[in-house]
């Protein structure tokens, strides 16, 4: 892990020297549902906070970022402090050194040109309860349908931030029925939901649990949950507990390790496999 270096200046904390970062690879690459564009950048939940998060850069690469780059973050309802500038930035994963990681990853060439072609993605560290939620309604689904349902039940179980509504908390799902699901139009996936919720409130799944076990035994532990595969383990693992060996596969990063890493994932990625994987699956999505 590295240093976060920030400073707060009225509503907004400014972040620097974090290495490259690309607004857009990171929010629409399928990891996080319930962040928007606006204006010129990003509007979300991070903390439970309603943030809108703008990069100004100094980079030759449109939209990713140099030596000088700043990101803000401001807080729309609140005053930062230094304890949230810290956890912003861990959600930001502004404490992990990608340059060091890429430097390693691309001794291999194919995985070198995967990189290349969207060194500014970032692999998020989100919430736990709304990451498992949210991967569960993401199954058989497309991106533009999954942020439907997720705003969908923000706007009728969560909590009102100005225009905007947060995702709801479990404590704030527990009376939903699979009937109230079924209605919303999450269809197979209601009874699902309803487990996974049932799950996290009685205990069963608890979050500080999932964080303590090993990779093998967290993907296990998961899978109590009705309707939770290995996919949507490893998504949740991976997009929000930093267990960076996970390795979720979809479509596109099966038909991409089929042509481009028959015989597994390079070496140069173990122990990182799933920040490997966002840059595969990127390139793999608009190139092959």
């Known amino acids: 892990m590295q240093k976060i270096h920030y400073t707060i200046q009225d509503n907004k904390i400014l972040y620097k020297n974090f290495g490259d970062y690309h607004l857009a690879q990171t929010f629409l690459c399928g990891q996080a549902f319930r962040f928007d564009e606006y204006r010129?950048?990003?509007?979300?939940?991070?903390?439970?906070?309603?943030?809108?998060?703008?990069?100004?850069?100094?980079?030759?690469?449109?939209?990713?970022?140099?030596?000088?780059a700043v990101l803000t973050v401001e807080l729309l309802h609140t005053q930062p402090n230094d304890e949230l500038a810290v956890k912003i930035g861990q959600f930001l994963s502004l404490d992990t050194d990608y340059t060091a990681l890429k430097a390693q990853f691309s001794k291999n060439e194919t995985l070198a040109k995967a990189i290349a072609f969207a060194p500014g993605i970032r692999v998020l560290n989100q919430d736990f309860f709304e990451t498992l939620i949210t991967f569960i309604i993401s199954q058989n689904n497309n991106i533009p349908r999954i942020k439907?349902?997720?705003?969908?039940?923000?706007?009728?179980?969560?909590?009102?931030?100005?225009?905007?509504?947060?995702?709801?908390?479990?404590?704030?799902?527990?009376?939903?029925?699979?009937?109230?699901?079924?209605?919303?139009?999450?269809g197979f996936r209601a009874a699902y939901l309803a487990d996974a919720v049932a799950k996290v409130l009685d205990g069963t799944i608890d979050e500080a649990t999932v964080k303590s076990l090993s990779y093998e035994e967290a993907q296990k532990y998961l899978m109590q949950i009705k309707g939770v595969g290995p996919k949507v383990a490893d998504c949740v693992l991976l997009f929000s507990c930093r267990q960076y060996r996970s390795f979720p596969k979809d479509v596109w990063i099966k038909k991409a390790m089929a042509q481009l890493f028959p015989d597994g994932i390079p070496q140069e990625a173990m122990g990182y496999e799933g920040i490997a994987q966002q840059y595969i699956f990127h390139w793999a999505r608009h190139t092959l």
Do not use: H, W
């Open 40 to 68: 010129d950048g990003f509007k979300g939940f991070i903390e439970k906070q309603l943030c809108y998060i703008t990069l100004d850069s100094d980079s030759t690469v449109e939209g990713c970022c140099g030596e000088n």
């Open 148 to 186: 439907q349902l997720c705003d969908r039940i923000s706007e009728k179980y969560g909590t009102k931030v100005g225009d905007t509504f947060a995702f709801p908390t479990a404590q704030q799902m527990k009376d939903i029925t699979q009937q109230d699901y079924r209605d919303m139009k999450f």
